[in-house]
Each structure stands twice: as structure tokens, then as C-alpha cells.
């Protein structure tokens, strides 16, 4: 009792001086609004003279200097599905039932004539920048980047992100999901981590960095950090992001009432691998039977109703190679049925995820002044699955053949855990209807054109309405900043910044008619190429995406021209009937080349992904050996020594337990291919898996002796590749077992999941353990070397002809 009034009286004093002070003064120095220049970011703070005054008590403090968003920016919230077609989602006249998108155009805008690059990392480039996909030197995926400027992988400094700008400028930035626009070499503890989402503008980032991700046990970071591994076995990744999206917007709106938020919500749906609970597949069994062909022709018809496509149009001529759905067999239509009806609830399951998001912002009381972009797929519909669509994934990028039995087999795990599928091309044609190409051709409204959706209540009274202005990806970034009340950018960071390319789209929020402000687009992705200007489209087709080689030299290509305000879906090719025209759109395309870096063009299917070959960074160039530590994971092929196609060893130094010791010493990649060189029992073993459908093990008999102990594995391979070879395991120096591995994977083994040390995070090597696996003694090092081979077998030249562009999809 003595001491708290021993603390009242001390507190007197206090309490009198608080009670004598003026009005508004108890709280410091007054918050001043100041006339800001928000042209140069960060805005500078005010510069105040030293004070010459000796007692706080005799002085006044300058107003404090705080950067705020303009008064009633809206918050903003930009939704982008990836691998979606323009005829897929039936917010555009497509079979799969999305509700959340469907709700918000109901109320809000659709776009009808909006565009992407027909490539991943490109449009995510361009989205987030609003600068053509070269100038972020973003020329095609940062796995196939080039020393060439255009085609770097690397986005300079000149061109600042959108989420930069909005931060410097009030905002709190959020990203959820997928994020493909940090340099493959780059994704590492070692950095740099300049272009990691959280240097990039984002104040949080949740997601996944890279083309694809298992959604069942997907690599995920949380800002820079690597998040644990979910073990929950109805755990799905897009539940997850959303979870956490919704989090952070509560906390956002709790915390800063006032201050507007910017979020990018990216899914990896529905880019392969198709992953979807059960019961969403359920929803759409016999809903595809009648196949693609009158897919075709029953989406055409829903488009025009809808009044997204003219009435008039006429579908696009089918590429020759998908084969007709009346001439395919039993086993064939019901595989095929079946991989559609696992996107099509994977597309649905996607859009219902995200409705949680929308209704969480609404909760807050903030959706009608928050202003949404629900942009329906970041290229055309993916046809990367091939003529039969795919069980693993990875079998394809091994030049490993699946058969329609193959699949078969896996009819009803499809979507599951247990599979990494894709769906036959035929439907990616179908779901870009009424166009003919897809995703990667750049030179087809199939490929670039995507359904767009604005909703933003406080400031479009139009309800329902449809906008058919012509609009590309590059426009989004001004259309909000103009929204906001903010000005372009002259300086971010102290680097002087390349001009937005992109126009915004206001104009469009109030008049239908209102004459389109984008005139000219240039479209390119490797060799694939288009130009479009005041309704005119040219293009070439250099090479469809099933295609394993280029139709011709770049010099040799045939073009195409259409009159788009006639032709809505390209069916009318204008080039011979109009060789002038042609000409004109030739020149322009060239023009707009230099212009924004394209050239040169660069169609190498085989070099570029031989980092030597091309100038890109490699972390392992010129190394033999690498020695990593316990505790590493998550290193993925890009910047983890490569054992493909060559004799190595690993040699583990560790220490054991008198009780003994188990687990995970290294492993690399998981179910879907991958080794794993571990302790079961005590007893040192080695697995190789082959696109899990054939496992290897190399076993020793007896356990490691407690105390220190050297556990290595000989790998004696048998020259070219995708060959076997001898496995030899060697404890203390004495060998203790060996066995022979039949086949190996040439090319790749995982776009998500990396090599670990002392685990097997993800999803497990072999059967024969439970992730993580954890090894429960110590590790002090483990040392990979590669062994001289033949220098057929060292050929790096000749090792990327082989694996030609079975890579390409891995990371699109």
C-alpha cells in the first residue's frame, strides 16, 4: 500500500503539468498536413534549423512530418488467375461457374477487349510496373534469361514498381500467392534480394516464388523467411493464401482505419499442377462429355447471349494438331473428360476462395471505396499439357512419354496429392474461345486476350455494364494511380524513372463510347510475335506451344492481319487480300521493337537454358563440389549443384547417438522425382525416385555406430542421358552396400521443391518415411562432388539439345 502512493505522488507533478498545457499540446507537436511533391518518391522530409534553445521546456517542436494517401483514395485490391482462357470462367460465357467474379461484374464493369503478354512472368511484369514486359527485362521467364537488355531477368531501377509507389505514398502493400518476377538465381539467403516481393513495394508477402507450386505441399516464404510445411491433410494452398489475406486486411483496417491498403492476390490456380479437393471436381462429373469441339461452339453461343462477343462472330479455325473429339476413343474421351472436370473445379474452387476474401473486405465496412481488378487468367488457357495431358507434370520435362493407359491408371486420383496433372491441349483451345491459339503465342487474341472485371462502387455508377475499349496489362498501374489522385513518379529511390507506357482507363469508368486511348501495342514471347494499332492486328505464329522446334527462321515467317472491329475472333486472315496494310503493321512492329527493347529477337529453344551459354548468373558455374549445412532447405535447382547426368559423391559427416540416430541427411525435389539419402533404423539407405513411378533403394544392413562417424554414397554413372548407374554406400570407409539404379532423370526434377539438409521438407522422396523426417543426430557438414566423366557426358551444349524445350512449361 505504501509504495503505489509512493508512485501517486510521484505522478502529481506529471498529471499538473498535462493538465496546465494547451489544448491539443499533450499529445506533442501537431500533425501538419505540408504541400506535398509526391513526384519524387520518397517525398523529402522537411529540413528544420538545429535548435539553439537549451530546455525542452522553452521550446516549440516542429509540426511532424507524416506522408499520407490523398483524402478518399481508394484501397485496391488487383485479383489475377493464372493459365485462364478467355472462354473459361462464366463471367465471359465460360463453363466454369465462378461466382465471385460473376457478382462483381453484375455490379461493376466487364472489359471484353483486355490484354496480357500470353506469358507468366511477362504480364506480371507489366501489370506491376505499367511498362512493356522488355523494359522490365522481362523478355520471357527469369529461367530463360538472356545477357541481352529486354531479356535480363532482372527489372532495373528505372522502372519502380507500382507497389513502391503506392507505399512511398501512404499506402499499406500486401502480396498473396505466386510471385515470378525475382531472378531464379536470386531466390536464395544469398540474394540479392532487390527483387524479392518485400523489396519490391510490399510492405507483406505470403506465397510462393516461382512458375508453379504443389498446392498440396506447396515451398512457401512468408516476406524472406521460409514458412514450416503444413502437415494438416485437407490443407490446400489457396485456402491458406486466402486465410492469410484476410487476416492482414483485418489487421490493416483495425490498426490504420484511415490509411488504404493495396493488395495483390495471385493464386498459382489454375496453372498446372491441377490441385482441388474432391468435392469441387465432384460438382462438374459428365459435364464435359460432349468434348471440346461443341465446348467450342456452346461457349461461343453463351459469349454472344452474354453479349461479351458480338453476335456474328464466327469461331476461329482449330489448329490442325488437336484431333476432333468424334475421332478419339473410349479411353481417350473419358480421360479427357475427366482432367477437365478437375480444372474446371479447380477454376471454381479458386474464384470461391476469393469471394472470402471480397466478403471479408465488406465486413470492414470498406469494399464500396475499395477498387477491385478481377483480371480472369494472366495469358490464354495453357496447351503445355500436350496432345494427352499429363499425370506427372514432370514426365514431360524428362522427355518421358505418357500414354492415355498411363493416365488412366490415375483416373480417379486426379487433383489429388498423389498426382501433378495437366489436361490435354484440346481443352486450352477450347477455353480460349473463340480464338485459335493459346497461351505463349503472342500473336493471337488466344494467347493475350483475358476477361477483366472492375468493381468500385464509391466512384463507377455504372452497374452491369460492358467495356469494349481496347486495354492492355500495361494500363492497370496508371488507371490506379490516377484513381488515386497521385502523379507518375519523375524519381523513386533516387533513380530517375522510365515513363509509364501505359494509359489509364478512367475515362472508360463513365462512358461506354468513349473512344479507346490505346492505340498501339507491340506483343512478343520468343519469336512469337503481333502488332496492334487502331484495330488492326499483325502477327506470326513462330511456334505453338506443343511444338518442340520453331515452324521457320525468324526471317522466313508468314504474318497474319485481321481487322479486329469486324473480326472479333481473327477468322478472316487479311494478309493476302492486303499486302499493303501488312507491310505498314511490319514497319510499326519494328519501330515499337527498338523502341521498348524487343530486339534482337531471341527463339533459341535449346541454349537458353544453359546459363553459360546465354550470360545469364549461375551460382554453381565453374564448381565441382558444394558444401552445405545442416538446417538448409528450400534450394532449388537454380541455385543448387547440379547431379544430372554425371558420377558424384556425397559424403555426409555426422555425429550419432548412443540411442542411435534416423532421419533425412539430404534429399532433393520429392514424390514426383527426386533421392534422398537418409537413416532408417539406424541403417544408412539411399532412394532414388523416377517420376515417382519407379523407386530405387540402396540399403545397408547394420546401423551407424554412435560417435562421430563419415556415411558416403558413390554414385558411378553409366555415361549420356538419363542414364543409370551404381550406388555405393561407404560408413567410416568401409562398404556398406550398393545397388544399381536403372534410370534417372535427365532434365529436372521439381519447380517447387528444393534440397534439404537434415529433412525432406515437401513431399517425401520415398514411401518409406513421413515428412519432414527430421534426422535426430547431428550433422556437421555433407559435401557433394562431382566426378570427372566423359566429355560427351560434361557437354552442357549437347545435354540442352536433349532436353530441347521440355523445360519450357516449367516455369511459365
Not at 99 to 120: I, K, Q, S
Not at 215 to 234: K, T
Not at 754 to 762: F, L, T
Request: glycine share 10%.
Amino acid at each position: 500500500m505504501k509504495s503505489k502512493r509512493k508512485w501517486m505522488f510521484a505522478l502529481l507533478p506529471v498529471l499538473a503539468l498535462l493538465a496546465a498545457a494547451p489544448a491539443g499540446a499533450q499529445g506533442g507537436a501537431a500533425k501538419v498536413v505540408l504541400p506535398t511533391d509526391r513526384s519524387v518518391l520518397p517525398i523529402p522530409e522537411p529540413q528544420y534549423p538545429h535548435s539553439t534553445v537549451f530546455n525542452a521546456r522553452n521550446a516549440t517542436p516542429p509540426p511532424r512530418f507524416e506522408v499520407k494517401a490523398p483524402a478518399k483514395a481508394p484501397n485496391v485490391l488487383i485479383v489475377l488467375i493464372d493459365d485462364m482462357g478467355f472462354g473459361q470462367s462464366s463471367a465471359f460465357g465460360g463453363p466454369i461457374h465462378m461466382p465471385t467474379v460473376e457478382r462483381l461484374a453484375n455490379v461493376g464493369l466487364r472489359y471484353n477487349e483486355f490484354h496480357t503478354t500470353a506469358l507468366c512472368s511477362p504480364t506480371r511484369a507489366a501489370l506491376l510496373t505499367g511498362r512493356n514486359h522488355h523494359m522490365n527485362n522481362m523478355g520471357s521467364i527469369t529461367e530463360t534469361a538472356t545477357a541481352f537488355p529486354g531479356q535480363t531477368g532482372q527489372r532495373p531501377n528505372s522502372v519502380a514498381p507500382l507497389a513502391e509507389m503506392l507505399r512511398l505514398n501512404g499506402y499499406s502493400t500486401a502480396a498473396f500467392g505466386k510471385s515470378h518476377e525475382t531472378a531464379a538465381w536470386e531466390v536464395s539467403p544469398s540474394g540479392p534480394t532487390d527483387r524479392w516481393p518485400t523489396r519490391s513495394g510490399f510492405d507483406k508477402f505470403y506465397g510462393f516464388i516461382g512458375g508453379e507450386t504443389n498446392q498440396w505441399a506447396p515451398l512457401l516464404y512468408d516476406g524472406m523467411i521460409q514458412v514450416e510445411p503444413s502437415h494438416d491433410p485437407n490443407y490446400n494452398f489457396m485456402t491458406d493464401m486466402t486465410d492469410q489475406a484476410i487476416a492482414w486486411t483485418r489487421y490493416q483496417k483495425s490498426l490504420t482505419p484511415d490509411k488504404p491498403f493495396f493488395i495483390y492476390f495471385a493464386p498459382g490456380a489454375t496453372h498446372a499442377p491441377h490441385h482441388v479437393p474432391k468435392e469441387w471436381i465432384a460438382k462438374y462429373k459428365g459435364k464435359f462429355d460432349q468434348g471440346w469441339d461443341k465446348l467450342r461452339e456452346e461457349t461461343l453461343a453463351r459469349q454472344i447471349k452474354l453479349g461479351v462477343v458480338p453476335a456474328g462472330t464466327k469461331l476461329a479455325p482449330k489448329p490442325e494438331a488437336i484431333k476432333d473429339w468424334a475421332a478419339l476413343s473410349a479411353d481417350e474421351k473419358k480421360l479427357f473428360a475427366r482432367q477437365m472436370e478437375v480444372f474446371a473445379g479447380f477454376g471454381e474452387y479458386t474464384d470461391t476462395e476469393i469471394g472470402r476474401l471480397i466478403q471479408a473486405i465488406k465486413d470492414t465496412g470498406e469494399l464500396d471505396n475499395t477498387l477491385v481488378f478481377y483480371i480472369v487468367g494472366d495469358n490464354g488457357a495453357s496447351a503445355e499439357g500436350g496432345m494427352n495431358g499429363l499425370f506427372n507434370e514432370y514426365t514431360y520435362f524428362n522427355g518421358v512419354h505418357e500414354t492415355v493407359q498411363d493416365i488412366l491408371k490415375h483416373y480417379d486420383e486426379l487433383g489429388g496429392p498423389a498426382t501433378y496433372p495437366h489436361y490435354a491441349a484440346g481443352w486450352a483451345v477450347a477455353g480460349d474461345s473463340p480464338f485459335e491459339w493459346t497461351k505463349q503465342v503472342a500473336s493471337s487474341y488466344g494467347g493475350t486476350r483475358n476477361g477483366m472485371v472492375i468493381h468500385w462502387p464509391a466512384a463507377i455508377k455504372a452497374k452491369g455494364e460492358l467495356r469494349s475499349q481496347w486495354h492492355h496489362v500495361i494500363d492497370i498501374a496508371p488507371t490506379i494511380l490516377e484513381a488515386a489522385g497521385l502523379p507518375e513518379p519523375k524519381s523513386v529511390n533516387g533513380t530517375a524513372q522510365t515513363p509509364i507506357e501505359g494509359v489509364s482507363m478512367v475515362y472508360t469508368f463513365a462512358d461506354a463510347k468513349a473512344p479507346s486511348r490505346h492505340a498501339t501495342q507491340y506483343f512478343e514471347i520468343l519469336g512469337n510475335r503481333a502488332i496492334y494499332h487502331d484495330g488492326w492486328l499483325a502477327g506470326t505464329v513462330h511456334r505453338a506451344a506443343w511444338e518442340l522446334k520453331v515452324r521457320r527462321p525468324l526471317e522466313d515467317d508468314i504474318w497474319e492481319l485481321y481487322d479486329t472491329r469486324s473480326d472479333f475472333s481473327l477468322a478472316n486472315d487479311l494478309a493476302a487480300k492486303n499486302p499493303a496494310k501488312l507491310k505498314e503493321m511490319q514497319d510499326l512492329f519494328t519501330q515499337e521493337a527498338i523502341k521498348y527493347s524487343v530486339l534482337p529477337l531471341d527463339d533459341r529453344l535449346t541454349e537458353r537454358f544453359v546459363a553459360a551459354l546465354v550470360g545469364r548468373p549461375d551460382l554453381m558455374a565453374g564448381r565441382n563440389s558444394l558444401t552445405v549445412y545442416q538446417g538448409m532447405k528450400g534450394m532449388s535447382e537454380n541455385v543448387f549443384i547440379n547431379l544430372k547426368n554425371k558420377s558424384h559423391t556425397i559424403t555426409a559427416e555426422v555425429e550419432i547417438p548412443k540411442k542411435g540416430a534416423n532421419g533425412v541427411l539430404l534429399a532433393q525435389a520429392g514424390r514426383f522425382g527426386g533421392w534422398s539419402l537418409y537413416l532408417k533404423g539406424g541403417k544408412p539407405m539411399y532412394t532414388y525416385n523416377w517420376l515417382g513411378l519407379q523407386r530405387y533403394t540402396v540399403a545397408a544392413k547394420e546401423a551407424v555406430p554412435a560417435g562421430k562417424a563419415t556415411i558416403h554414397f558413390d554414385f558411378a554413372y553409366d555415361g549420356g542421358m538419363g542414364k543409370g548407374g551404381v550406388g555405393t554406400i561407404f560408413v567410416n570407409g568401409k562398404k556398406v552396400a550398393a545397388g544399381r539404379i536403372e534410370r534417372t532423370q535427365f532434365a529436372v526434377f521439381s519447380a517447387d521443391e528444393g534440397a534439404d539438409v537434415g529433412a525432406d521438407e515437401g513431399t517425401p522422396v520415398t514411401e518409406a518415411y513421413k515428412v519432414p523426417f527430421k534426422f535426430t543426430g547431428k550433422i556437421d557438414k555433407v559435401t557433394i562432388e562431382l566426378k570427372e566423366t566423359k566429355a560427351a557426358d560434361r557437354d552442357e551444349v549437347e545435354q540442352a539439345r536433349r532436353v530441347a524445350t521440355v523445360k519450357k512449361g516449367l516455369s511459365d
